[in-house]
């Protein structure tokens, strides 16, 4: 066996998964990109679930960020196609609903990664008890809080677009989920 994600149990509380090893087959799969957010890859997304050898071929299991996520069949095909220039053909892409993907599971990388590319990162999500009120977001361009919420719905459905009110420039927030 190349992988095996650690056992999630429900979503609060789970966690994304540990990197296994340094197999080759979880490094091609880690290092496909995220078509909606290029700088990311699935792996800083927290959407790779496992790799794994089986009797019929490598398993590879992804975690959609929400369901009906129009991303998760160019995600498929682009890691059908990394398996393919690295020489396997015999991969099969599972996607896996349960547990429900969270941005807890995004690395610290790729909020990092984010923020360079001009979106800000989720912020933590509350684990129970009294929801915290966000009243502003930190600009990614010029690092100003006093940003305002243009719209509930951004570039794609798991961002929102905000505006910056010292620097004027319009910004993605990808939502906490």
């Not at 682009?78 to 609903?97: M, S």
Request: aromatic letters at 6%.
């Amino acid at each position: 066996m190349v992988t095996r994600a650690a056992e999630l149990s429900g979503r609060v509380g789970a966690r994304a998964p540990e990197r296994p090893d340094n197999s080759a087959a979880w490094r091609t799969a880690a290092a496909v990109l995220d078509p909606e957010v290029p700088v990311l890859t699935i792996e800083d997304l927290g959407i790779l679930r496992s790799v794994d050898e089986t009797d019929d071929g490598l398993l590879v299991t992804i975690t959609p960020t929400y369901s009906g996520c129009p991303a998760m069949e160019a995600i498929r095909a682009d890691l059908l196609a990394a398996f393919r220039d690295a020489g396997r053909d015999d991969v099969r892409v599972e996607f896996v609903l349960a547990p429900a993907w969270t941005t807890d599971w995004m690395s610290d990388e790729g909020k990092r990664k984010l923020e360079e590319f001009g979106i800000a990162p989720p912020q933590p999500r509350p684990r129970d008890g009294v929801v915290a009120l966000t009243l502003s977001l930190r600009c990614p361009q010029c690092g100003s809080p006093d940003t305002r919420e243009l719209s509930r719905f951004g570039s794609t459905a798991c961002k929102s677009l905000w505006v910056c009110n010292s620097c004027a420039e319009p910004f993605d927030h990808f939502k906490a989920i």
